[in-house]
T-cell receptor, first 111, second 116 residues
Framework: GDSVTQMEGPVTLSEEAFLTINCTYTATGYPSLFWYVQYPGEGLQLLLKATKADDKGSNKGFEATYRKETTSFHLEKGSVQVSDSAVYFCALEGSQGNLIFGKGTKLSVKP | GAVVSQHPSWVICKSGTSVKIECRSLDFQATTMFWYRQFPKQSLMLMATSNEGSKATYEQGVEKDKFLINHASLTLSTLTVTSAHPEDSSFYIC????????????FGSGTRLTVV
């Protein structure tokens, strides 16, 4: 069945460092792909999305490109801030319209 | 944007008791509500899908008699954990399609259930 695999954390970076969180997926067809973020004490929020191959989703300095050939949707940011500390979830849209999530990656950014 | 209000945010209950979790769509009509569960260090797993006015669809391995879902109106969906046991302790979260974004979803803030 459909599944999402993302790198396990926690990831600890210094402020202004480059961030990559890897995400690969297994699916039938070409589902929409998402990155969600959960800040401490809050619910999940949509960070960015891509609906077809080669689409690039971007928001708040984060980017991810839908790579059909490598079935990947890696999240990147050129310069992280302390306020980016959160848990990040990669997800794909399942055939029922539900979301299938990775396990989440906790990011801690130190000043 | 669309907001789903989920209550309670955390609850502690004794084994054998029942707990109800509510998700309300505040500024839109949620015809569909997805209920997820997340165990520590694991991903969110879909438990069931509820549609207003009809029976919920449960995922394989989820006991429908234990996790009662009611979606009686377009603004309220509830999950009741009946006869809760410690192994039901988990993080439960609801989600509805975000009417503003065809491929977006709005999430409740989640409920941390601890059964003692």
């Amino acid at each position: 069945g459909d599944s999402v695999t993302q790198m396990e954390g926690p990831v600890t970076l210094s402020e202004e460092a480059f961030l990559t969180i890897n995400c690969t997926y297994t699916a039938t067809g070409y589902p929409s792909l998402f990155w969600y973020v959960q800040y401490p004490g809050e619910g999940l929020q949509l960070l960015l999305k891509a609906t077809k191959a080669d689409d690039k989703g971007s928001n708040k300095g984060f980017e991810a490109t839908y790579r059909k050939e490598t079935t990947s949707f890696h999240l990147e940011k050129g310069s992280v801030q302390v306020s980016d500390s959160a848990v990040y979830f990669c997800a794909l849209e399942g055939s029922q319209g539900n979301l299938i999530f990775g396990k989440g990656t906790k990011l801690s950014v130190k000043p | 944007g669309a907001v789903v209000s989920q209550h309670p945010s955390w609850v502690i209950c004794k084994s054998g008791t029942s707990v109800k979790i509510e998700c309300r769509s505040l500024d839109f009509q949620a015809t569909t509500m997805f209920w997820y569960r997340q165990f520590p260090k694991q991903s969110l797993m879909l438990m069931a899908t509820s549609n207003e006015g009809s029976k919920a669809t449960y995922e394989q391995g989820v006991e429908k008699d234990k996790f009662l879902i009611n979606h009686a109106s377009l603004t309220l969906s509830t999950l009741t954990v009946t006869s809760a046991h410690p192994e039901d302790s988990s993080f439960y979260i609801c989600s509805a399609p975000d009417v503003r974004h065809p491929y977006g979803y709005t999430f409740g803030s989640g409920t941390r259930l601890t059964v003692v």
